[in-house]
């Protein structure tokens, strides 16, 4: 055998070699990663101070305080998610594109393959085509060399090859390498990803928790401030005030009334009359409260037919006028004028409260409005007078000025609420409602309400009362 056909084939050794030690570029080790995402949560604790109210609202400062501290973490946790879900979708576009670039690369491996699969072929052809030539004696050294030379093309042709194929398999083993690690980046960003999005979830979940909780305290304090003040008004209204407060009370907030009464003509009359009262309400409307002794009419029969009915009621400064006046249903000698909310408000001064329970204190305040007196005083129960209280004038503290109760005189309970006002010197009528029996609307000209006829009506009520309230 000659050196050029032993050549050929250690080349043909060589590259079968070289072609069956080739890696296998279609396995690939996948690993996977867990994180474990530990979310620590601090539950916000709450001092207890001595006042239940102020813990109360330290509370709800502490839970808006987690609130907002949570909603925070909530947003940065969703751009977190936003940023890795970008990331997520970064590499998958680099795995797309590192496969397409690996599926390139193996297709040109494939043609190379092939490629060294036809040289192989020819180099067999060449071999037999040696071995039926070895028996020729005589050849020409000119085709022995030209044939050498092409040996020599195809051995340079197979050692490119063979190099090509070894920088595709080191290409293609990088671009393995990457991928997995891409592959790993990739399980990476999907279970921070999940992490995140639980993250989110449970914080979401916190917040609402957050939110009944504190919905629950603001109930609770409300609740507790509700019951703070009731029982505040119940303190109040079950505990008595000394007489120099409740008269200092009155002296403060009464109001003026001022009411003039006119006759026209050649003989006319003009009849004022001046006093103190205080402004009453049931809960609905407003009076001012007088007995009819401070007016200038008189229940008489017979009564006299005005014809002009003027007033005003001031304080301070100001002065509202007066519309109409009301004689009670029970008692004509105690007599009104409705007030509204925004001559209330004109006014500026308090607005006494009827007695909701008139007995619960035996004793009670007597304020002079004619003249400046007040007292101790206590009432008993005359059953046959259910309307009214008898006055004790066995039991009478004189406070300041000449204290002498008589009729028109105004009683407060110790509460300071309006008990009722003296219809005589000796009973007290409670107000307990404002029922109206006659009513006179005020003006420069009121001949049509025939005043005297009514009077007249409203004296014979009183005169069939008993004696002993009369």
Same mark, same amino acid.
């Given at each position: 055998?000659?050196?050029?056909?032993?050549?050929?084939?250690?080349?043909?050794?060589?590259?079968?070699?070289?072609?069956?030690?080739?890696?296998?570029?279609?396995?690939?080790?996948?690993?996977?990663?867990? #994180?474990?995402?530990?979310?620590?949560?601090?539950?916000?604790?709450?001092?207890?101070?001595?006042?239940?109210?102020?813990?109360?609202?330290?509370?709800?400062?502490?839970?808006?305080?987690?609130?907002?501290?949570?909603?925070?973490?909530?947003?940065?946790?969703?751009?977190?998610?936003?940023?890795?879900?970008?990331?997520?979708?970064?590499?998958?576009?680099?795995?797309?594109?590192?496969?397409?670039?690996?599926?390139?690369?193996?297709?040109?491996?494939?043609?190379?393959?092939?490629?060294?699969?036809?040289?192989?072929?020819?180099?067999?052809?060449?071999?037999?085509?040696?071995?039926?030539?070895?028996?020729?004696?005589?050849?020409? !050294?000119?085709? +022995?060399?030209?044939?050498?030379?092409?040996?020599?093309?195809?051995?340079?042709?197979?050692?490119? +090859?063979?190099?090509?194929? *070894?920088?595709?398999?080191?290409?293609?083993?990088? %671009?393995?390498?990457? !991928?997995?690690?891409?592959?790993?980046? /990739?399980?990476?960003?999907?279970?921070?990803?999940?992490?995140?999005?639980?993250?989110?979830?449970?914080?979401?979940?916190?917040?609402?928790?957050?939110?009944?909780? !504190?919905?629950? $305290?603001?109930?609770?304090?409300?609740? /507790?401030?509700?019951?703070?003040?009731?029982?505040?008004?119940?303190?109040?209204?079950?505990?008595?005030?000394?007489?120099?407060?409740?008269?200092?009370?009155?002296?403060?907030?009464?109001?003026?009334? #001022?009411?003039?009464?006119?006759?026209?003509?050649?003989?006319?009359?003009?009849?004022?009359?001046?006093?103190?009262?205080? $402004?009453? =309400?049931?809960? =609905?409307?407003?009076?001012?409260?007088?007995?009819?002794?401070?007016?200038? +009419? =008189?229940?008489?029969?017979?009564?006299?037919?005005?014809?002009?009915?003027?007033?005003?009621?001031?304080?301070?400064?100001?002065? %509202?006028?007066?519309?109409?006046?009301?004689?009670?249903?029970?008692?004509?000698?105690?007599?009104?004028?409705?007030?509204?909310?925004?001559?209330?408000?004109?006014?500026?001064?308090?607005?006494? #409260?009827?007695?909701?329970?008139?007995?619960?204190?035996?004793?009670?305040?007597?304020?002079?409005?004619?003249?400046?007196?007040?007292?101790?005083?206590?009432?008993? %129960?005359?059953?046959?007078?259910?309307?009214?209280?008898? $006055?004790?004038?066995?039991?009478?503290?004189?406070?300041?000025?000449?204290?002498?109760?008589?009729?028109?005189? /105004?009683?407060?309970?110790?509460?300071?609420?309006?008990?009722?006002?003296?219809?005589?010197?000796?009973?007290?009528?409670?107000?307990?409602?404002?029922?109206?029996?006659?009513?006179?609307?005020?003006?420069?000209?009121?001949?049509?309400?025939? =005043?005297?006829?009514?009077? *007249?009506? +409203?004296?014979?009520?009183?005169?069939?009362?008993?004696?002993?309230?009369?």
């Amino acid at each position: 055998m000659n050196r050029s056909i032993l050549i050929v084939i250690c080349d043909f050794l060589l590259v079968s070699l070289l072609v069956f030690s080739t890696a296998d570029v279609n396995k690939v080790g996948e690993t996977g990663v867990q #994180r474990a995402v530990k979310v620590d949560r601090t539950a916000p604790q709450v001092d207890s101070g001595k006042d239940l109210a102020a813990a109360m609202r330290l509370a709800l400062d502490e839970e808006r305080k987690n609130r907002d501290r949570l909603l925070g973490e909530l947003a940065r946790t969703r751009e977190t998610a936003g940023e890795r879900d970008l990331q997520f979708r970064n590499l998958q576009q680099q795995i797309q594109a590192r496969e397409q670039e690996a599926t390139g690369l193996q297709q040109h491996q494939i043609n190379l393959e092939q490629q060294f699969a036809v040289a192989q072929t020819n180099i067999q052809n060449l071999n037999r085509q040696l071995q039926n030539t070895s028996t020729e004696a005589m050849l020409s !050294k000119e085709k +022995l060399a030209a044939m050498e030379a092409e040996d020599r093309k195809r051995s340079d042709q197979a050692s490119a +090859l063979q190099r090509q194929l *070894a920088e595709l398999a080191r290409s293609n083993q990088m %671009i393995l390498t990457e !991928k997995q690690q891409l592959s790993t980046k /990739l399980e990476v960003t999907e279970v921070e990803k999940r992490a995140a999005t639980e993250q989110a979830a449970r914080m979401t979940e916190e917040v609402k928790a957050e939110r009944v909780e !504190k919905a629950r $305290l603001v109930e609770s304090v409300k609740a /507790l401030a509700s019951n703070s003040g009731q029982l505040a008004q119940e303190i109040r209204e079950n505990r008595p005030l000394a007489p120099n407060t409740l008269y200092t009370e009155f002296v403060t907030n009464r109001v003026d009334a #001022r009411l003039n009464a006119f006759k026209y003509g050649m003989f006319g009359v003009n009849r004022r009359k001046q006093a103190e009262t205080v $402004l009453v =309400t049931d809960g =609905t409307n407003t009076f001012a409260l007088c007995h009819v002794q401070d007016t200038p +009419l =008189t229940l008489w029969d017979p009564g006299t037919e005005w014809e002009g009915l003027t007033g005003t009621l001031s304080r301070n400064t100001a002065e %509202i006028p007066v519309r109409s006046l009301c004689f009670s249903f029970r008692d004509p000698r105690i007599v009104w004028m409705p007030v509204s909310a925004t001559e209330v408000r004109q006014l500026g001064c308090k607005v006494y #409260r009827l007695s909701q329970d008139p007995f619960k204190f035996q004793d009670a305040v007597l304020v002079g409005t004619e003249e400046d007196y007040y007292g101790e005083c206590r009432f008993e %129960i005359d059953l046959s007078m259910p309307d009214y209280v008898k $006055l004790d004038r066995n039991f009478l503290k004189g406070l300041f000025g000449h204290f002498n109760p008589s009729r028109g005189d /105004l009683v407060l309970s110790r509460t300071g609420e309006l008990l009722g006002v003296m219809a005589n010197s000796t009973y007290c009528m409670m107000i307990r409602s404002f029922d109206a029996g006659a009513t006179f609307r005020f003006g420069e000209d009121i001949r049509a309400e025939h =005043t005297g006829v009514i009077l *007249a009506g +409203l004296y014979s009520q009183v005169a069939q009362f008993p004696l002993k309230l009369q």
